[in-house]
């Protein structure tokens, strides 16, 4: 038996665009650079292209981008990438919230409890690095790019799809965040280091349905978010919660006092209880038992 009690890690993971940005990130970054004013039309292009070709999505858009972008002569490197995400707009709340609700943690609940923040995205995790947010994250599971030797983006070197990203919750709840590391091998659950019920997935539609089922099913939590003046996003939402694919949904708003602020400080509570009883029950066997 482990000398100490391990398992106090409460990790909240976010998909990002959608949920923490109203439109993609690529529609605020490169698109506007290149000569595209309608993401609709990209995003139209991208899956008669997927169709077409009878391939991955998330290749096809990270292939379009970059040809469309040679095509305007536009250099496509991770540095660019990074300076191009300060412009993207996030939902309300967003850009506090992080510091908010980590101090929350530190003043209402146990010294020994830690949070973390991870995002799972299909977006470009080059991008995604470059955000005022950035700082915030433990760690980033995204798309990216294969650069050559002058730096310029060539071809897909990592693609995250939403079947894919559930490997990356099973990285985060075995500890194994390196893609080079398996985690197909057996794991024991007391010995995995974030335990399915310390996990909170927030995402805002079908794409998030694999990590919600994964997590909801092994005893963590998900909430489905949706953007206020979206009728069909709200639509969505209620029917992942009416299929029990979410605990809550709620509206895209993440200042203090919001609904949104709310259930998540609801489920933080919950799991910081699940975290106490695992503790007691620890010390219990380590007292009596050994």
């Known amino acids: 038996m482990s000398k100490a009690f391990k ?29 595209i004013k309608d993401g609709k039309k990209f995003w139209k292009q991208v899956n008669e292209e997927s169709t077409r070709t ?33 412009k993207i707009n996030y939902f309300p709340g967003v850009r506090t919230y992080f510091e908010r609700v980590n101090n929350y943690v530190k003043k209402r609940f146990d010294r020994d409890i830690e949070l973390r923040h991870y995002v799972i995205s299909s977006g470009l995790k080059e991008i995604i690095s470059g955000t005022s947010i950035a700082k915030y994250f433990y ?38 965040e390196n893609l080079s590391e398996n985690i197909n091998l057996h794991m024991p659950m007391h010995l995995r280091p974030i335990p399915f019920q310390n996990i909170i997935y927030i995402g ?47 509206k895209a708003d993440y200042k203090s006092g919001t609904e949104l602020d709310r259930l998540i400080k609801l489920l933080l509570g919950n799991i910081v209880e699940g975290i106490r009883y695992g503790r007691e029950s620890f010390n219990q066997s380590k007292k009596y038992r050994s």
Do not use: W
């Open 7 to 35: 398992h106090n890690v409460i990790v909240v993971v976010y998909d990002f665009d959608g949920t923490l940005t109203p439109q993609p990130m690529q529609e605020y970054t490169v698109l506007p650079e290149i000569g």
């Open 54 to 86: 009878n391939g991955e999505a998330i290749v096809a858009y990270m292939r379009l981008m970059l040809e469309k972008s040679k095509s305007k002569r536009f250099p496509v490197n991770a540095q660019k990438l990074k300076e191009l995400a300060k």
């Open 139 to 176: 760690k980033v599971f995204a798309s990216e790019y294969y650069y050559d030797e002058y730096g310029a983006a060539t071809f897909p070197n990592v693609i995250v799809n939403d079947t894919l990203k559930t490997q990356f919750i099973f990285r985060i709840n075995k500890g194994k």
């Open 204 to 250: 805002d539609g079908l794409t998030d349905v694999p990590c919600m089922t994964v997590i909801r099913k092994n005893g963590g939590y998900a909430i489905a978010v949706y953007r206020s003046n979206n009728s069909q996003g709200k639509k969505i939402c209620k029917e992942l919660l009416k299929a029990e694919r979410v605990d809550f949904i709620a």
